[in-house]
């Protein structure tokens, strides 16, 4: 997992709730919300636990390897400085089955994402925020079956 720099893009508003997922990328870590008693996890976070409405909640940190579920190529430049085509996809995280993040696919040909691709985290830093972007895995198995 490492810090790319990148083009620029939309930034989310940091808020008390969200802060330790968009500033997590600063030591390579991504983190997410966990309840403490049922070990659920969620994002985005949220004040009390869905499964068990617990409000013993903290960010705890995640493997970062993930699976694409879904997938789709950008061919409108919606953004200066952001290349197109890019991939928006949906990744499903190791942890937890149901646990998605929506993200892009780096490092990569757009044309080469599959469904069932293997990928981790890397980061894009922007000032303070640093963006969960995904990258292929090879050492986790990156052939569709």
């Known amino acids: 997992m490492k810090s790319v720099p990148g083009p620029t893009r939309p930034l989310p508003l940091l808020t008390e709730l969200n802060t330790f997922f968009w500033t997590g ?9 966990r309840c403490l008693d049922c070990q659920y996890w969620q994002h985005p976070a949220g004040a009390i636990c869905p499964q068990c409405l617990s409000r013993n909640l903290a960010p705890q940190e995640l493997s970062g390897r993930a699976t694409v579920e879904a997938f789709t190529l950008n061919y409108q430049p919606w953004t200066d400085g952001v290349e197109v085509p890019y991939v928006i996809a949906i990744v499903g995280l190791d942890e937890q089955k149901g646990l998605n993040l929506t993200t892009n696919i780096v490092g990569i040909a757009p044309e080469s994402v599959f ?6 985290v890397t980061f894009e830093a922007a000032g303070d925020v640093f963006l969960p972007l995904f990258t292929p895995a090879p050492e986790l198995g990156t052939k569709p079956v």
């Open 115 to 120: 469904i069932g691709q293997r990928v981790e």
């Open 25 to 33: 990328g600063a030591d390579g870590k991504l983190r997410m919300q």
